[in-house]
């Protein structure tokens, strides 16, 4: 929503998007609303993007480069930073990591791990939390949380192990059919070469250990081939580079993956969940 706060808001990326648009409009000798019709937005969509009443969004800047990019690529540069500017501030780090990452190593406890969610899921999960968000707001982050996906087909290839706990699995979020269709994107996931997904059972403690106790954790492998710890609690996060510090929370993930399910296991499960699966 375009709003007077957005202008003292908008950051120099969105700033910089702005003064391009409309420096290249007049160039072309285009109103507001001719360069609305070549992209398919309103005037005012125009006129809100170009003061920062309303920053591009992701979708006004692929038609900006269509329309405007003239081959340079310009508008497709700045959706990346633009996406940048609307994560959390404790969040910009880490995405910066899995980006780049070679392998990525994560335990979900608590609920779907951000790369596996749906749409929907992601939608009912921020929008369902507390302190509550403005829709807009809202919309922005499952945006972001959505484009963090093109990971899976990125080039060269990360090799991507997760463990779901089984609890965050059966918590309901949104309603049945949200559930359902996120069980059976997890199931479609599950299937790619370059992603291992596994199961923790809730009886995985009954064995005498239970490495998971300590929640939630991400190991990412970054292009220097070192490895780095992100986590986080309550909106707090930490990213970790000490050796012995990583080097425990790596013995900790292999642990919890030796007590999770095994892939085709776990891949039955999904399916189960989804109602695919007798």
């Given amino acids: 929503m375009a709003s007077a706060e957005n202008k003292e808001t908008a950051s120099p990326m969105a700033l910089m998007v702005a003064e391009m648009v409309r420096t290249m409009r007049i160039q072309r000798g285009w109103t ?17 993007m170009e003061t920062c009443a309303q920053p591009a969004s992701d979708a006004m800047l692929v038609e900006l480069e269509r329309v405007l990019g003239n081959g340079t690529y310009i508008f497709q540069t700045a959706r990346r930073y633009m996406r940048m500017d609307k994560y959390p501030e404790e969040f910009k780090d880490y995405v910066l990591l899995e980006q780049a990452a070679l392998s990525l190593q994560v335990y979900a406890a608590n609920f779907i791990h951000g790369l596996f969610q749906t749409q929907d899921y992601a939608r009912a999960l921020i929008g369902g939390g507390f302190p509550p968000l403005p829709d807009p707001r809202v919309e922005e982050l499952v945006e972001v949380r959505m484009a963090r996906k093109a990971l899976f087909d990125r080039e060269p290839v990360a090799m991507i192990e997760a463990v779901l706990d089984e609890s965050a699995l059966i ?108």
Avoid at 180 to 208: C, F, H, I, T
């Fill in 32 to 48: 507001q609303e001719q360069l609305g019709l070549e992209l398919g937005y309103s005037a005012a969509a125009v006129s809100a």
């Fill in 171 to 278: 918590r309901g979020i949104g309603s049945d059919d949200i559930m359902r269709d996120q069980m059976r994107y997890l199931a479609n996931v599950a299937k790619r070469r370059n992603v291992s997904l596994q199961v923790l059972p809730l009886d995985a403690g009954l064995s005498g250990e239970y490495a998971a106790g300590h929640g939630s954790l991400n190991i990412v492998e970054g292009a220097d081939h070192k490895h780095r710890v992100y986590l986080e609690v309550q909106e707090e996060s930490w990213t970790l580079s000490d050796p012995t510090k990583v080097s425990t929370h790596a013995q900790r993930c292999a642990k919890i993956r030796a007590e999770a399910m095994g892939p085709r296991e776990s891949l039955k499960f999904f399916e189960r969940l989804a109602g695919d699966r007798k």
